[in-house]
């Protein structure tokens, strides 16, 4: 690793690892090749892995993926409009992301249910995300 730079975040999936630098780059192991090039001036700022999937949020909002995508979960996920993605989880074949206006999106395998958000009332959006191996996103509702 170059002098200077230092890890600042790790996350690990159920065969590969991830390591976030201080420089804005992401390393991975043992199983998952290394994360998507970044274009100039983006850096990634959080990585979560799923069985053989590995996904990053990066600084401008965008999630990318990687690996075994047999499910559609290491897809490039659409978002609407003036969104960006603040947060990401992964599952065993699914990825959770959070979007800026409190909506969670969830693309994969979606078998029972997984990804399918618990509807909430107006007014509340969430604001965590989490997965579990293959169960529904997990995550935190808040008054808005």
Known sequence: ?????????????????????????????????????????????????????GIALRSDGKVVGWGTNSSHQADLHTLPTGLAFTSIAAGQDHTVALQSDGTVACWGDDSPGVCTPTPLPPGVVYRHVDAGWSSAPRSVPTAH
């Open 1 to 53: 690793m170059p002098p200077g730079i230092t890890y600042v975040g790790v996350a690990a999936g159920t065969w590969n690892t991830f390591a976030l630098r201080s420089d804005g780059n992401l390393e991975t192991w043992p199983s998952l090749p290394p994360a998507p090039s970044l274009p100039p001036g983006v850096r990634y700022v959080q990585a979560a892995g799923g069985t053989l999937h």
